[in-house]
């Protein structure tokens, strides 16, 4: 960083010696590096906790999405036509919760749980096959209660008792106590299944109820309720200095996913100015410098062999154990948080990045021609899909209202019979053709046609696995090969 190069030699030495001594107090740069990167999950937390508890009427409830997105929908980027969701925000501060799970057999669903930091700590649904029934979540000070998921019928009656287990399919203790969950359902194409859905919707309930005592009367009044005042009262209006002030709010009471890291956590926001419930900028502190550095050190980390996995063809993703609960590795939080929030973790879905081209466009007299070697191996109930964005990351408009295709799709094989309702080519390739929304192919090809912008432009495409199965991971099923060809017409 510049600032560095003007201090003397002597310094830049003592710098260097001291960067990597664990108990002495970080410089100023790089614990200000640590605390953004660190904390910049916080603002994606405030700013989608906002809109959610103004549209569900405040934490601990239920907001419902009713329909799927179309090229209209422009709230977020990259939306998906796959899943209907919900949303809530979470407060555990002063109450227990109960979340009621509905029955669902027919689909995949699942309802993942969120620490504030985005860290996808539990999931409960189809992939975890978890009972509908009552779960208790909980936030304990208690250090020897490990956060997860401890089901009633698989533990001591005695430790039932303790956990007050009566009439419960489980309990969840949560990493921290302010978080969310962002519950979906698969959608499958039939023409009354928003009906069903919305009927699951209404089925699933989340309320609040009291902390069994003893249990942390301590913390019950010291951590402050989340409220809106705390999200977003007197924030800056730089994203900087606002994953700072955001920080010093909510980290004091929201301990690290990974325990044993919260006194190197604490020692950084303290050297960067978060002290005491507030930040305060710091002399020859320059957040615009530290703030570019953690973008230039997220690049960097998320092409790192370390972080992430070949799925073949150029296709690559997040190692499960750095995918949707992030441990001690902030830089590959503050990637997704920046790029994606809410991941769910492998155990659900698989996110493949295509590298072989860094932006991806097409004119008009261009495609993408996938070719996928198989059917992708998925497990019971689970789906795969690929979407078509513009330019500004929204779906594209079409004739045809076709925004992603894939195991819902009527996709056909080149002989023209169905991939998916037909078991007599398991093993054969199809393709999709991703062509230009006023570049119309050839009739064959029209069911396997995701439309791109008209005349061509900037896009990406969105590639989704949701319960694959290990074949897709572990090197035995290749991701789809992508080609660039010329524009397919008659
Ligand atoms: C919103 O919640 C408040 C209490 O928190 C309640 O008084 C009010 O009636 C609720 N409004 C709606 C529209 O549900
Ligand atoms: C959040 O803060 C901004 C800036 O002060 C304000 O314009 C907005 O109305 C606030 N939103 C809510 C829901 O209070
Ligand atoms: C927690 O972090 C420590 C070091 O900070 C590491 O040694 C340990 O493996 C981590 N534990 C888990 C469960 O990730
Ligand atoms: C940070 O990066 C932006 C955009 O890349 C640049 O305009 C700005 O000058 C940089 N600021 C500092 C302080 O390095
Ligand atoms: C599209 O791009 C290709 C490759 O650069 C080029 O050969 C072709 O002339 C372009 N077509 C149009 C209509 O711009
Ligand atoms: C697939 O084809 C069937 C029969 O023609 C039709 O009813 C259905 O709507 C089609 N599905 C999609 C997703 O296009
Ligand atoms: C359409 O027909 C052509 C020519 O026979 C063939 O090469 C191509 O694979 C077919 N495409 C699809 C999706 O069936």
């Not at 107090?25 to 700013?47: C, H, M, N, Q």
């Not at 800056?236 to 956590?265: C, E, F, H, W």
């Not at 099923?477 to 010329?486: E, G, I, M, R, S």
Request: proline share 6%; charged share 20%.
């Amino acid at each position: 960083m510049a600032k560095l190069n003007m201090l003397p030699v002597s310094v830049l030495a003592f710098t260097a010696l001291s960067f990597g001594a664990p108990t002495q107090a970080p410089d100023l740069d790089s614990a200000t590096e640590f605390a953004l990167t660190y904390g910049f999950p916080l603002y994606p937390y405030a700013s989608s906790s906002v809109e959610v508890m103004q549209v569900a009427n405040g934490t601990n409830k239920f907001y419902h999405e009713r329909a799927l997105a179309t090229p209209d929908f422009n709230q977020v980027v990259s939306p998906n036509v796959d899943t209907l969701y919900s949303a809530a925000v979470l407060d555990l501060s002063h109450n227990d919760l109960i979340l009621e799970i509905p029955e669902v057999d027919d689909r995949y669903y699942v309802f993942p749980l969120y620490d504030v930091y985005g860290n996808n700590y539990v999931n409960l649904g189809s992939t975890s096959k978890s009972k509908a029934g009552k779960y208790r979540i909980r936030y304990t000070s208690d250090k020897s209660q490990q956060p997860g998921l401890q089901l009633c019928s698989h533990i001591t009656r005695k430790r039932a008792t303790e956990l007050n287990c009566d009439g419960l399919e489980g309990i969840i203790t949560a990493v921290t106590p302010y978080g969310s969950s962002q519950p979906r359902y698969a959608v499958t194409g039939a023409s009354d299944d928003l009906d069903k859905i919305h009927a699951f919707q209404d089925q699933s309930k989340i309320y609040t109820v009291a902390k069994p005592q003893p249990d942390n009367a301590a913390n019950k009044n010291e951590i402050p309720k989340l409220t809106m005042a705390l999200l977003n009262s007197t924030l800056s209006s730089d994203m900087a200095v606002k994953v700072m002030q955001l920080t010093a709010r909510i980290a004091p009471y929201n301990p690290a996913r990974n325990g044993s890291d919260q006194a190197r956590v604490d020692r950084n926001l303290k050297a960067a100015g978060i002290d005491n419930g507030k930040y305060k900028h710091q002399p020859g502190q320059d957040l615009q410098c530290s703030f570019n550095a953690t973008k230039v050190k997220m690049v960097a980390v998320s092409k790192s062999k370390k972080n992430s996995m070949d799925l073949g063809h150029e296709w690559s993703t997040l190692r499960s154990s750095v995918q949707g609960d992030f441990g001690t590795n902030y830089l590959v939080r503050q990637t997704v948080a920046t790029a994606g929030y809410l991941q769910l973790t492998q155990s659900e879905a698989l996110y493949p990045t295509y590298t072989g081209e860094s932006s991806m466009r097409l004119n008009e007299s261009q495609a993408y021609l996938f070719t996928f070697e198989s059917k992708p191996p998925l497990k019971e109930l689970g789906f795969w899909s690929l979407t078509a964005y513009n330019a500004e990351h929204f779906l594209i408009e079409n004739d045809l209202n076709v925004y992603s295709l894939g195991d819902r799709s009527n996709l056909t094989y080149s002989d023209g019979t169905l991939v998916y309702g037909n078991d007599e080519h398991e093993d054969v390739p199809f393709q999709i053709l991703v062509q230009p929304a006023n570049v119309q192919p050839p009739k064959n090809w029209t069911s396997n046609w995701l439309p791109a912008a008209a005349n061509g432009g900037d896009m990406s495409l969105l590639l989704r696995f949701y319960a694959q199965e290990d074949e897709l991971t572990n090197g035995k099923y290749k991701a789809p090969l992508l080609q660039k060809v010329d524009a397919i017409v008659e």
